[in-house]
């Protein structure tokens, strides 16, 4: 079983749907929870972490961390094409990330 | 804001050469380097560390005579793939910071190795 689990996609919506990410991940012991994105041929850049339980908000985006479940998730309000990306989930433990797989999303006009 | 640069964005090597990868940190002094591999459709998966002046410290099956890390100065680690084979060709990328958190590291923009 893979540490952390993230659904690859790719997944298409139209401008401005509501966009849901999701990862799961087996290490009870991580401590930051992370959302990355990443364009073609680009690094990845951080967008959101957390290293509690509960949503936080940062304009269109909010990220939500379930440690119960061992569940994040990443919400895209107003999608946008430019959001068109992979997405990728990361948790930190002892300062070293493990990454999901990425999710590729498309979002058309 | 922070940047890495990374050189070559790709490169093809015939087998059994060797190949060197750059990161360059351009506006801040990156005392440690992480270096990561990503095969298609998989996640980004953690090397090595890097931190100037030592010895990098490596991943649990990540052979270090095959995969030399070197950071001699707070601006640059370079990473050389040795005697590279097919089963090497993947992307590399690299991600450096200074004291903070990983998470907050930035990232290069990735080499793409394919070996022929």
């Known amino acids: 079983q893979k540490e952390v689990e993230q659904d690859p996609g790719p997944l298409s919506v139209p401008e401005g749907a509501i966009v849901s990410l999701n990862c799961t991940y087996s290490?009870?012991?991580?401590?930051?929870f992370m959302w990355y994105r990443q364009y073609s041929r680009k690094g990845p850049e951080l967008l959101m972490y957390t290293y509690s339980s509960g949503n936080k908000e940062d304009g269109r985006f909010t990220a939500q961390v379930d440690k119960s479940s061992k569940y994040i998730s990443l919400f895209i309000r107003d999608s946008q094409p430019s959001d068109s990306a992979t997405y990728l989930c990361?948790?930190?433990?002892?300062?070293?990330?493990?990454f999901g797989t990425g999710t590729q999303l498309k979002v058309e006009l | 804001g922070a940047v890495v640069s990374q050189h070559p964005s790709w490169v093809i090597c015939k087998s059994g050469t060797s190949v060197k990868i750059e990161c360059r940190s351009l506006?801040?002094?990156?005392?440690?380097m992480f270096w990561y591999r990503q095969f298609p459709k998989q996640s980004l998966m953690l090397m090595a560390t890097s931190n100037e002046g030592s010895k990098a410290t490596y991943e649990q099956g990540v052979e270090k005579d095959k995969f030399l890390i070197n950071h001699a100065s707070l601006t640059l680690s370079t990473l050389t793939v040795t005697s590279a084979h097919p089963e090497d060709s993947s992307f590399y990328i690299c991600?450096?910071?200074?004291?903070?958190?990983?998470?907050?590291?930035?990232f290069g923009s990735g080499t793409r190795l394919t070996v022929v």
């Open positions: 990361a948790m930190s433990l002892l300062n070293k990330l493990t």
């Open positions: 991600s450096g910071g200074a004291g903070q958190a990983s998470y907050g590291y930035t």
């Open positions: 290490n009870s012991a991580f401590q930051y």
């Open positions: 506006d801040f002094q990156a005392t440690t």
